[in-house]
């Protein structure tokens, strides 16, 4: 027998993709995009202003995650790029920043300038430059490059909330005060409400146009899918029947296309992995059980400390077999784990009310069980298998000398 290479039981029997494997990840751009036909042609006949040498309106489109807000908006940049170079009278500049990333006045100006500013030497710093400085000088950079700018800005209702409205009122000024060239912002929010915390003149001078995107409902999401199988998968690969499944849980979920596409996607790699030769239903449930561990996995990961020690009393009491725990046990239990790692313990009335976050994220379920004459306790239950939950807990360095720590059936901690 020769020697089995290490990766040799790695090595996918079958591929059930095309070449194209990126067009079911979410930064593919299609060429088309179905059900967003209205939105599109919306959003390029407010853009066409800019062909013509003039400013287009500010617009702000809103939708909840998933709608295709980021995908149309990069599409029609795509387009008008194009278009650019066949019928504009000035030149255009179509700039993306996602406020999730670029998060602070400074960075958008500076972002936004750097586009205008060839020679490194002379590129705004990351930091360290007052803001009018940079203010100036991207307002001198922009005008003296003549053109129209479309600046957009993705999830700005996060930059609102952090630093609030100035920095909007900053680029419409820089846009009131240049003489050769315009700005024009398209802000994308999940938050219909956003625009509550806008001064009413940037509310009103940032809304001049809004477009509003509807979740997709099961049949629209079946047409989103269906286009993105085709270009990735190989024929008969995946069936109608898979793909109408994943819709409707996507359709169940929000009307999200990305939760669709992930799903579908995971589906895909689960059946490869298996080694099948089509994706079928327990492939989809199998990776729809996946993407909701992953999520809970990730939750508990990013929980604070004191709520990673409540759930770790919640583990210890059911790996020790009991099938009850009132919040009192509870907390007696967590106040001693909290001692033993040198932290004080919360109030009881703050530990329910993480038990209560905890159980709205899903990590746990609490139901009350009458138990008659002995009146009602609260059953307090892990969503995850108790070794798992330990697992993530204790790669938190604060935690894991507790790693050795057992409950007895009494209740009792045991170090
Ligand atoms: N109509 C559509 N046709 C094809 N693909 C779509 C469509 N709508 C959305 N998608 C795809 O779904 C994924 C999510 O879409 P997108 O990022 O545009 O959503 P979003 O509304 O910007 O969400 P978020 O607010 O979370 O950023 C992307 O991969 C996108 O290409």
Same mark, same amino acid.
């Given at each position: 027998m020769g020697q089995v290479n290490l990766f040799e039981k790695h090595?996918? !029997? #079958?591929? #059930?993709? !095309?070449?194209?494997?990126?067009? #079911?990840?979410?930064d593919y751009l299609p060429d088309s995009l179905p059900h967003r036909e209205k939105e599109i042609d919306r959003l390029a006949e407010i853009l066409v202003t800019a062909l013509e040498g003039n400013k287009p309106s500010n617009v702000l489109i809103f939708g909840k995650t998933g709608t295709g807000k980021t995908a149309v908006v990069r599409y029609v940049g795509r387009e008008l790029k194009r278009a650019e170079k066949v019928y504009a009278k000035k030149k255009i500049e179509y700039i993306y920043l996602n406020c999730e990333t670029v998060d602070t006045p400074y960075s958008i100006l500076q972002n936004l300038g750097n586009y205008f500013i060839e020679d490194w030497d002379e590129k705004i710093p990351? @930091?360290?430059?007052p803001m009018d400085k940079v203010f100036s000088t991207v307002k001198e950079r922009i005008d003296e490059w003549n053109g129209i700018v479309v600046l957009v800005l993705d999830e700005i209702d996060k930059l609102v909330a952090k630093s609030g409205d100035d920095i909007l009122y900053q680029l419409l000024l820089l846009d009131s005060e240049m003489k050769n060239s315009r700005l024009s912002v398209i802000g994308i929010s999940?938050? +219909?409400?956003? @625009?509550? +915390? +806008?001064?009413p003149r940037v509310k009103s001078r940032l809304g001049q146009e809004k477009l509003i995107f509807s979740p997709y409902n099961a049949f629209q999401l079946q047409d989103i899918l269906s286009e993105r199988v085709k270009i990735a998968v190989k024929d008969d690969a995946v069936s109608d029947e898979v793909i109408s499944i994943c819709a409707a849980i996507a359709a169940q979920e929000h009307g999200d296309a990305r939760r669709a596409i992930d799903l579908l996607r995971i589906s895909i790699e689960i059946a490869e992995r298996e080694g099948a030769e089509k994706v079928t239903d327990r492939h989809v449930y199998l990776a729809k059980n996946k993407i909701e561990m992953d999520c809970i996995t990730e939750a508990i990961k990013t929980l604070p400390l004191h709520s990673k020690i409540v759930l770790l009393g919640i583990a210890l009491n059911e790996e020790a077999g009991n099938n009850t725990l009132t919040t009192g046990e509870l907390y007696h239990i967590y106040s001693t784990l909290s001692k033993r790692i040198g932290a004080s313990p919360l109030t009881q009335r703050r530990v329910s009310d993480l038990i209560s976050d905890m159980d709205m994220l899903g990590l746990i379920s609490t139901k009350v069980k009458s138990f008659g004459r002995y009146g009602r306790t609260k059953i307090i239950e892990l969503a995850l298998p108790v070794q798992e939950v330990k697992k993530i807990i204790f790669e938190d360095e604060f935690l894991a000398e507790l790693n050795e720590v057992k409950l007895a059936s009494q209740k009792k901690l045991f170090f």
């Open positions: 090595m996918r !029997k #079958l591929s #059930l993709f !095309k070449g194209n494997r990126e067009a #079911l990840y979410p990351f @930091t360290g430059w999940n938050e +219909l409400k956003f @625009t509550d +915390l +806008l001064d």
